[in-house]
T-cell receptor, first 110, second 114 residues
C-alpha cells in the first residue's frame, strides 16, 4: 500500500534553532516528491519538487533533500514567520493520484 | 486575478440544502482537482478532470457531483450532505494531470453542515 508518513507531528522551535522535518514513503519507483507549506485558513502553497535521490532544493531558510526512502526539510535559523504546517506528497504507484502525509505543524517562537 | 480562486470561502448549510462550490484557475493549466481536508487526516483526493474529462473518482458518495465546463472552471455541487462532510474543500490545478507535476491549490471553502 502506498504510504507517506511525516514526523514529528508537531515541532516547537525557538527563533534561530535549526531542525529537520522528515517525510518517509513506501511507493516504489518514485516519480517525484513534493513539499508544501500550509498556513491556517489557507490552501497548501507549493515549495519544492524533488525527482531523484541525492537531489537538493533550497528556498530562503528551507532546504529539501531526497533519498531512496525519505525526504528531509531542513530549516536553518527559523523565524516566527516560518510557522506553518508542512506537507509532503508523492505520486501513487499507479500514477493516478498524489498521496499526502498528515503534515508537521511547526511553531517558531521569538 | 492570478492562481487558483475558490468561492465561497465559507459555507454553512443544512443537510437538505443544495449548494455549489466554485473554482477558477488563471494558470493556463489543463487538469483540475477536488480534495477534502479534515482535521488530523491527510488530504483526500475526490475528483480529477483532465482536459475537461473526468479521469478519477475516488469512490466519492453521489451527494457530491462535480462539473467541469472548461479547463479553467470546476464546480462541486452538493446535496443532502451529512455532518461528517464538514471539512475544508480544496481545489487544485496542474499542467496536464501528470502526477509528477506540482499541483497548485486555492485557499479552499470551509464547509459546515448543520
Amino acid at each position: 500500500e502506498d504510504q507517506v508518513t511525516q514526523s514529528p507531528e508537531a515541532l516547537r522551535l525557538q527563533e534561530g534553532e535549526s531542525s529537520s522535518l522528515n517525510c518517509s514513503y513506501t511507493v516504489s519507483g518514485l516519480r517525484g516528491l513534493f513539499w508544501y507549506r500550509q498556513d491556517p485558513g489557507k490552501g497548501p502553497e507549493f515549495l519544492f519538487t524533488l525527482y531523484s535521490a541525492g537531489e537538493e532544493k533550497e528556498k530562503e531558510r528551507l532546504k529539501a533533500t531526497l533519498t531512496k526512502k525519505e525526504s528531509f526539510l531542513h530549516i536553518t535559523a527559523p523565524k516566527p514567520e516560518d510557522s506553518a504546517t508542512y506537507l509532503c506528497a508523492v505520486p501513487s504507484q499507479a500514477g493516478t493520484a498524489l498521496i499526502f502525509g498528515k503534515g508537521t505543524t511547526l511553531s517558531v517562537s521569538s | 486575478e492570478t492562481g487558483v480562486t475558490q468561492t465561497p470561502r465559507h459555507l454553512v448549510m443544512g443537510m437538505t440544502n443544495k449548494k455549489s462550490l466554485k473554482c477558477e484557475q488563471h494558470l493556463g493549466h489543463n487538469a483540475m482537482y477536488w480534495y477534502k481536508q479534515s482535521a488530523k487526516k491527510p488530504l483526500e483526493l475526490m475528483f480529477v478532470y483532465n482536459f475537461k474529462e473526468q479521469t478519477e473518482n475516488n469512490s466519492v458518495p453521489s451527494r457530491f457531483s462535480p462539473e467541469c465546463p472548461n479547463s479553467s472552471h470546476l464546480f462541486l455541487h452538493l446535496h443532502t450532505l451529512q455532518p461528517e462532510d464538514s471539512a475544508l474543500y480544496l481545489c487544485a490545478s496542474s499542467q496536464d494531470g501528470q502526477t509528477n507535476q506540482p499541483q497548485h491549490f486555492g485557499d479552499g471553502t470551509r464547509l459546515s453542515i448543520l
